[in-house]
């Protein structure tokens, strides 16, 4: 049950495209199609943003999409506003029906 | 509207026990996969346990043997039952349905 591999940090300038990586193995992200990305800002809890890889949900701009290849999920933001400044996690369903998050980065926009 | 409410959080000593609520709204938890998931003061979001609509159940290894899920479908409410508590399960604990809703979290911090 080892997190996820993201990197700690990711910034870009208003209107930029930024991508986080998120790297598992076969047995989590690799395995299903349960991937997902969540969105924090301090003190608050964690917002979903894309789940099932690249599903967004009502209500979530469509600046933000997801992908998967191999053991590696994906979230771009594209068109970066100063409102994404914020935390983002990833997740997947994992084998032996348990879930994993990935470790965080902090995504600063310049 | 959908909402999770958790509750039960405090100040504990080590070793001692602790049971958090999970109190579901607008939707009936023994159809869905409830999950706890914590998090440390600065730190990522950890996967703690999950109960899924079939009964099933799993663990994190770091809780495991120690923590307990369970579900009241008459209350629609679910519970995580800490035991031997120790200072690094000091975190807000968020109830959820991986990916949503999640509740607001409630924190628990273990120490003498």
């Known amino acids: 049950q080892s997190a996820l591999t993201q990197p700690a940090s990711v910034s870009g300038s208003p209107g930029q495209s930024i991508t986080i990586s998120c790297t598992g193995t076969?047995?989590?992200?690799?395995?299903?199609?349960?991937v997902s990305w969540y969105q924090q800002h301090p003190g608050k809890a964690p917002k979903v943003m894309i789940y099932d890889v690249s599903k967004r949900p009502s209500g979530v701009s469509n600046r933000f999409s997801g992908s998967k290849s191999g053991n590696t999920a994906s979230l771009t933001i594209s068109g970066l506003q100063a409102e994404d400044e914020a935390d983002y996690y990833c997740?997947?369903?994992?084998?032996?029906?348990?879930?994993?998050f990935g470790s965080g980065t902090k995504v600063t926009v310049l | 509207e959908v909402q999770l409410v958790e509750s039960g959080g405090g100040l504990i000593q080590p070793g001692g026990s602790l049971r958090l609520s999970c109190a579901a709204s607008?939707?009936?938890?023994?159809?869905?996969?409830m999950s706890w998931v914590r998090q440390a003061p600065g730190k990522g979001l950890e996967w703690v346990s999950v109960?899924?609509?079939?009964?099933?159940?799993s663990y994190a290894d770091s809780v495991k043997g120690r923590f307990t899920i369970s579900r009241d479908n008459s209350k629609n409410m679910v519970y995580l039952q800490m035991n031997s508590l120790r200072a690094e399960d000091t975190a807000v604990y968020y109830c959820?349905?991986?990916?949503?809703?999640w509740g607001q979290g409630t924190l628990v911090t273990v120490s003498s």
């Open positions: 997740s997947s369903y994992a084998s032996s029906s348990t879930y994993v």
């Open positions: 959820a349905v991986i990916p949503d809703p």
């Open positions: 109960i899924y609509s079939d009964g099933r159940i």
């Open positions: 607008g939707f009936t938890v023994s159809n869905n996969y």
């Open positions: 076969s047995s989590d992200i690799g395995g299903y199609n349960y």
